[in-house]
């Protein structure tokens, strides 16, 4: 076996007896310290795997939790009916949540389209082009941004972005809907998606980029040609984590997508202003009707946050496998 | 002596406030191997930088003092132009995370060449002057990372030459290498000596006996201010130095 370290005798050796150091047995015997020292050791490792343990264990409590609460509603409505029928009405015992996901997807989507080139330009821009003093102040504001309470994102677009978008002259449109609801939720996941890809950027090793400016390459070409590929699998985690991220949210939602139990859908011939329609996401179904729900009803909305959070297990084991990948490339490369 | 390639005179870097080069004066012949020894730190791979302005993306880098290339001060020319003309071979083989074939294509197409016969010329002479086509020959597709140590740092040199530099700068290109994996580099610098001015930079007294025409000695003191202290044919300089600190060093006696 390995000496352990706790059980060399430190204070037996000569370097140890000089200065102000005293005779070891006036502290009580060498014998009693180092026990003591062990005891401390190995209950200090208990109480850190006992804490890892216990994070893992109410993950587990909550997913049996949930699904056991969901039950009534699978057996009563059927799975089928719950994931495709589009219509939600409690009172008539119709519970179809396909317009919620339906809902909870259209936003993510709207929420990447607009929040992933202005999230990857910022991490290209703070890896590898904005010198060290703009860096410093940069990069805590883009931080800063992910302290901000979900509910202030939710009343800035509630006070801001609804009366903007209510200017758009399209039938039927509140400025409640997805666009609002997009927009917030983009900004929300801004500093997610900037910071993991910023890692990843950071994490390309710098023999590629002076490899590749030897070779007579500007630096644009070096970044898209080179560092941009290097770091793609860090980067799409980086873009799944922001969808973790956007089907998770609710309280900005409640407040700026109408949370009408709509399919979503154009409010006029142009396709696009399906993003002025009403929408409600998964998030937002639960939050709303949870207060006075009883029954199947009850049940159906613990269905649909079992339907949310197989969602977001499939999307954050996405973004882990990305993560391992990317670092076993680059472990390799070392080898 | 060939004609001039490069030329310094009285060149000086500082990084900061630090002088780290001071009063360079060197000519380097065109279509020879000149090697550029002397202890850690002395500032030869920072002089060796110089020559293709990698110096230049150093926060704090400063220069004085004239540096030609053929003739024409180096400074006037737009770096990545340069880069063109003076390619570079790094200490650690750094093969992009990319095909064989994309690797050694990657200089020609940042260039803008599109037409893949011709790419495909250009990788397959570059990768047999660099002596490893007939390793690889089979499998261009294959990821360059999955190459030998020794065969990734060749298909550097082949990546180096498929943009058709004039010179050649390595910086210890086998430093990471096993002896015989050397022993290949080695023979490839030679080989390419008669169509390259090369510059290399070696803490291998042997190496830079074996591969090079002329070799140029730097030394620092405690200032830690690198100066060149003799510059002359290899076979002068390990023979009969003029300068005792040159012959303290061939002879081991430090460094």
Redesign the interface.
């Known amino acids: 076996m390995r000496p352990e370290i706790s059980e060399y005798n430190y204070q037996a050796s000569p370097f140890f007896m000089d200065g102000d150091a005293k005779p070891m047995k006036k502290h009580g015997g060498v014998e009693h310290q180092m026990s003591g020292r062990i005891i401390a050791d190995k209950t200090v490792k208990y109480i850190l795997f006992i804490s890892a343990i216990l994070s893992i264990v109410i993950v587990l409590a909550i997913a049996f939790f949930i699904f056991q609460e969901s039950l009534q509603a699978w057996a009563e409505i059927g799975l089928s009916d719950i994931l495709f029928k589009a219509v939600w009405r409690p009172g008539q015992d119709q519970y179809g949540i396909l317009a919620m996901i339906v809902g909870s997807v259209a936003v993510t989507f709207g929420a990447i389209l607009l929040g992933v080139p202005l999230a990857i330009g910022s991490a290209i821009f703070l890896g590898e082009i904005a010198?060290k003093s703009v860096q410093s102040v940069l990069r805590p504001a883009v931080q800063l941004l992910a302290g901000i309470p979900s509910v202030v994102y939710g009343l800035f677009g509630m006070v801001v972005l609804v009366p903007l978008i209510r200017q758009v002259n399209v039938p039927g449109n509140s400025g409640y809907g997805l666009l609002a609801a997009s927009i917030v939720l983009a900004v929300m996941i801004l500093p997610t998606i900037t910071s993991v890809a910023e890692d990843a950027i950071r994490a390309v090793?710098d023999?590629?980029r002076?490899?590749?400016?030897?070779?007579?390459?500007?630096k644009w070409?070096t970044i898209t040609?080179?560092v941009l590929?290097?770091g793609k699998s860090g980067i799409m985690a980086a873009i799944i984590l922001g969808v973790g991220r956007a089907l998770g949210e609710t309280m900005a939602m409640i407040m700026v997508i109408g949370n009408s139990v709509v399919f979503p859908k154009p409010l006029a011939a142009n396709p696009l202003t399906f993003f002025f329609s009403q929408a409600r996401t998964l998030t937002g179904n639960i939050a709303v009707e949870i207060s006075y729900a009883t029954g199947v009803h009850e049940s159906a909305l613990f269905a649909t946050g079992v339907v949310l959070f197989a969602l977001i297990i499939i999307v954050n084991a996405s973004a882990r496998w990305l993560i391992n990948r990317q670092s076993s490339?680059q472990t390799?490369?070392q080898g | 002596m060939n004609a001039t390639k490069l030329e310094t005179n009285e060149y000086n870097l500082y990084y900061g406030n630090f002088h780290a080069l001071r009063d360079i004066s060197i000519y380097i012949p065109e279509k020879k191997v000149t090697a550029l020894i002397g202890p850690s730190g002395c500032g030869k791979s920072t002089f060796l930088r110089t020559f293709n302005r990698m110096n230049d993306l150093i926060p704090g880098v400063r220069t004085t003092g004239l540096v030609n290339i053929d003739g024409i001060d180096l400074f006037k020319i737009d770096p990545v132009a340069l880069r063109q003309n003076v390619g570079m071979v790094f200490q650690k083989p750094n093969p992009f995370p990319k095909s064989i074939f994309d690797n050694v294509a990657y200089g020609p197409r940042v260039t803008g060449l599109r037409d893949h016969k011709k790419l495909e010329e250009i990788v397959e002479s570059s990768l047999r002057s660099a002596a490893l086509w007939d390793e690889v020959k089979d499998n261009l597709g294959k990821s360059g990372l999955a190459l030998s140590g020794g065969q990734q740092q060749r298909l550097c040199i082949a990546r180096a030459l498929a943009v058709q530099p004039s010179v050649i700068l390595m910086d210890e290109p086998a430093a990471s290498l096993d002896p015989i994996a050397t022993l290949k580099i080695e023979d490839l610098i030679h080989d390419l000596s008669e169509d390259y001015t090369i510059v290399i930079v070696t803490h291998n007294m042997q190496q830079a006996g074996r591969v090079s025409d002329y070799t140029a000695f730097f030394y620092t003191d405690e200032t830690r201010t690198g100066r060149l202290v003799e510059f002359d044919e290899t076979k002068t300089i390990f023979t009969n130095p003029h300068d005792k600190r040159t012959e303290d060093y061939i002879t081991g006696r430090f460094g």
């Open positions: 010198p090793p023999g590629y002076s490899g590749s400016l030897a070779l007579g390459a500007t070409q040609r080179v590929p290097a490339i390799t490369r």
